[in-house]
Nanobody, 113 residues
Framework: VQLVESGGGMVQPGGSLRLSCAASRNILNFYAMGWYRQAPGKQRELVATISRGGNSNYADSVKGRFTISRDNAKNTIDLQMDSLKPEDTAVYYC????????WGQGTQVTVSS
């Protein structure tokens, strides 16, 4: 199974980015999928998850600003990130849980003026 992220980049504070994660197989096989992020010198942080049934959860730091969604027909999940802050700067990793955690390669998000 492969997970491939796209959509990272650089944006000014207050801006938006949309990350996408494409899976090489049917995502309904996974119990859940989501996003972690890791900033330089910090531990990896869980950002958002979405279950097979579509239930979502968010870190307190991103609630109200980020939205996770899934498209079962396309085997993708997205992370819409609005009102971005400099502290959102990190490498964002897509993951899938099928009993084991499967990781994407990561995509850089930089929020800076």
């Amino acid at each position: 199974v492969q997970l491939v992220e796209s959509g990272g980049g650089m944006v000014q504070p207050g801006g938006s980015l949309r990350l996408s994660c494409a899976a090489s197989r049917n995502i309904l096989n996974f119990y859940a999928m989501g996003w972690y992020r890791q900033a330089p010198g910090k531990q990896r942080e869980l950002v958002a998850t979405i279950s097979r049934g579509g239930n979502s959860n968010y870190a307190d730091s991103v609630k109200g600003r980020f939205t996770i969604s899934r498209d079962n027909a396309k085997n993708t999940i997205d992370l819409q990130m609005d009102s971005l802050k400099p502290e959102d700067t990190a490498v964002y990793y897509c993951f899938a849980n099928d009993g084991l955690l499967i990781w994407g390669q990561g995509t850089q998000v930089t929020v800076s003026s």
